[in-house]
């Protein structure tokens, strides 16, 4: 493509509403925390490396009999409140602006688990019903 020579239309992305293929076998509910594989492939919030945080799943799309992409499931990144793990992995609010990393499709935590968790994004707040947490897919992977 060569520079442009005068103006153009470009196309923008409004609103946070965003759809992505799901993976085969997999199913989001509402309200899921959603995560995007090294493939690029949703899936579920789940224990496994390799994975990042992408946001909350707005509709519920199951992909269990289907392949790599039959289906596209929608998300909205931003900030959700999601269950907090328990004991050493419990997050508080000294943990705010730290990563939070994936339990499963509803639970986060402080850490890693010994490289077998992947972030869901950033802590952004903790109170007495969860952990709020801001998901940005290019953030996350850039911490």
Known sequence: MTAL???RNTPESVGDNRVGPLAAAERLFVGAIAMRNAAGLLVAGQT???LVGIGCATAETDNRLGADSDLAA?????????ANSAAGDEVTAADIGSLAYVVDDQTVAKTNGGATRSPAGFIDNVDAQGVWVRFDEALTNAG
Request: charged share 20%.
């Open 74 to 82: 929608p998300y909205k990144p931003g900030t959700f409140r999601y």
């Open 48 to 50: 496994a490396a390799g």
């Open 5 to 7: 020579t005068k103006g």
